[in-house]
Nanobody, 121 residues
Framework: QVQLVESGGGLVQAGDSLRLSCAASGRTFVGAAMGWFRQAPGKEREFVATISWSGGSTHYVDSVKDRFTISRSNAKNMVYLQMNSLKPEDTAVYYC??????????????WGQGTQVTVSS
């Protein structure tokens, strides 16, 4: 079974940048697409970004597509989310997930515990 651990969250000011990391373990990581999701207090979990196994395909929710970049290093068993020009509305717990290349949570079978990102105004 895949195990995922997120890190890199924190408290930043609007306009700042953060890079989230997700460390993966388990043989099922091989061949898996990866995704990032987020959930703000009182809101539904939201798709943020996904990346194919090869890294050749990526997709983002419109609200972040010009600011966030998802990437991965299969050699290091790592997935990243570079977040630039952060806004207060980006404040949420961010989760990484492993599964199929999809834009919804149902496509992912394995989830990390999340890392908090707080953007102050």
């Amino acid at each position: 079974q895949v195990q995922l651990v997120e890190s890199g969250g924190g408290l930043v000011q609007a306009g700042d940048s953060l890079r989230l990391s997700c460390a993966a373990s388990g043989r099922t990581f091989v061949g898996a697409a990866m995704g990032w999701f987020r959930q703000a207090p009182g809101k539904e979990r939201e798709f943020v970004a996904t990346i194919s196994w090869s890294g050749g395909s990526t997709h983002y929710v419109d609200s972040v597509k010009d600011r966030f970049t998802i990437s991965r290093s299969n050699a290091k068993n790592m997935v990243y989310l570079q977040m630039n020009s952060l806004k207060p509305e980006d404040t949420a717990v961010y989760y990484c997930a492993a599964g199929t290349y999809s834009y919804t949570a149902v496509g992912y079978g394995y989830w990390g515990q999340g890392t908090q990102v707080t953007v102050s105004s």
